[in-house]
Nanobody
Framework: QVQLVESGGGLVQAGGSLRLSCVPS????????MHWYRQPPGKQRELVAG??????????RYADSVKGRFTINRANTKDAVYLQMNSLTPEDTAVYYC?????????????WGQGTQVTVSS
């Protein structure tokens, strides 16, 4: 069973930056989309950013709360996905999860990381 290994979380002061990484432990075929979600304390999990993989180019999308501050990108060679987070605020404090979606002709598959804690102090 392929697992998604996350890293890069930690404690940072407001205004600081962090870069999250998510690397699969093995091969995943036919990846269609990559996402970062987060779950703040006491709240539901929410989508932060996503990449939809196209035949000629990718498309990205962001939650309004992170637009202009966060950037999602991927590395083709490792099927890794990254989240660069700048100008962090205490409201960004959450457990961050990566998610990969893959599909073949019959089924869809979803993979989740174990989560990495991001804490932003004021």
């Amino acid at each position: 069973q392929v697992q998604l290994v996350e890293s890069g979380g930690g404690l940072v002061q407001a205004g600081g930056s962090l870069r999250l990484s998510c690397v699969p432990s093995g091969l995943i075929f036919n990846i269609r989309a990559m996402h970062w979600y987060r779950q703040p304390p006491g709240k539901q999990r929410e989508l932060v950013a996503g990449i939809t993989i196209g035949t000629t180019s990718d498309s990205t999308r962001y939650a309004d709360s992170v637009k202009g501050r966060f950037t999602i990108n991927r590395a083709n060679t490792k099927d890794a996905v990254y989240l660069q987070m700048n100008s962090l605020t205490p409201e960004d404090t959450a457990v961050y999860y990566c998610n990969l979606k893959a599909a073949d002709s019959d089924n869809g598959y979803a993979y989740w990381g174990q989560g990495t804690q991001v804490t932003v102090s004021s």
